[in-house]
């Protein structure tokens, strides 16, 4: 089972920051946090994950808070080709729990 | 670099037929993992290969499922025989260590329909 949840979905307009939300309450300490994407009837995509700091890439920041319960993923100016179903996942580096777990996702609808 | 490859990408068969996937990883990537979407349902873990050798295949429905990596590249995936609840997207991944400092890179997937 996901040991993540996510609103079902939400939307933004064009241009303007898109914050996805994500609990995972009982995430341990060797776990990080993932966010991939699958935008329709692509693959997932890989978008960024952290352990406890913030991180920044070209696609997204993530913003962890400090108990490291909850992130934030957001896409800084969101396009149309940003709609997609996003998933945060958390995951261990090694062992039985290196898999990825998906779940149900959000749905996020990028409006014109 | 070229992505992950599957072939083919859509696959219509008959129950109780043979399909055998084919996944070509990201060169140099010894960890290929199997994912599917069956309809309606999540994306569920398969199996994990590191090189040719099973490192986890907890997540294979039946023995009607067969990976293989002969030789550590390519791998497939043979469903035999098929069944109707089989249908649904069979997504193939990489990366070059098992943890990955950027995750997995994904093929587009097959779409495999039983009927």
């Known amino acids: 089972d996901a040991k993540t949840t996510q609103p079902p979905s939400m939307d933004c307009a064009e241009g303007r920051a898109a914050n996805l939300p994500c609990n995972h309450s009982t995430i341990s300490g060797n776990e990080y946090v993932y966010w991939y994407r699958q935008i329709h009837s692509q693959g997932p995509q890989y978008i960024i994950h952290g352990l406890k700091n913030n991180e920044t890439n070209e696609m997204a920041s993530l913003i962890i808070t400090e108990d490291r319960k909850s992130s934030t993923l957001i896409l800084p100016h969101a396009t149309l080709r940003d709609t997609a179903v996003y998933y945060c996942?958390?995951?261990?580096?090694?062992?039985?729990?290196?898999?990825?777990?998906f779940g149900k996702g959000i749905t996020l609808s990028v409006r014109p | 670099e070229a992505g992950v490859t599957q072939f083919p990408s859509h696959s219509v068969i008959e129950k109780g037929q043979t399909v055998t996937l084919r996944c070509d990883p990201i060169s140099g990537h010894d960890n290929l993992y199997w994912y599917r979407r069956v309809m309606g349902k999540e994306i569920k873990f398969l199996l994990h290969f590191v090189k040719e050798s099973k490192q986890d295949e907890s997540g294979m429905p039946n023995n009607r499922f067969l990976a293989e990596r002969t030789g550590g590249t390519y791998s497939t995936l043979k469903v035999q025989p098929a069944e109707l609840e089989d249908s649904g997207v069979y997504f193939c991944?990489?990366?070059?260590?098992?943890?990955?400092?950027?995750?997995?890179?994904f093929g587009s997937g097959t779409r495999l329909t039983v009927v």
């Open positions: 991944a990489s990366s070059l260590r098992q943890g990955g400092t950027y995750g997995y890179t």
């Open positions: 996942i958390v995951r261990s580096h090694t062992g039985a729990n290196s898999k990825l777990t």
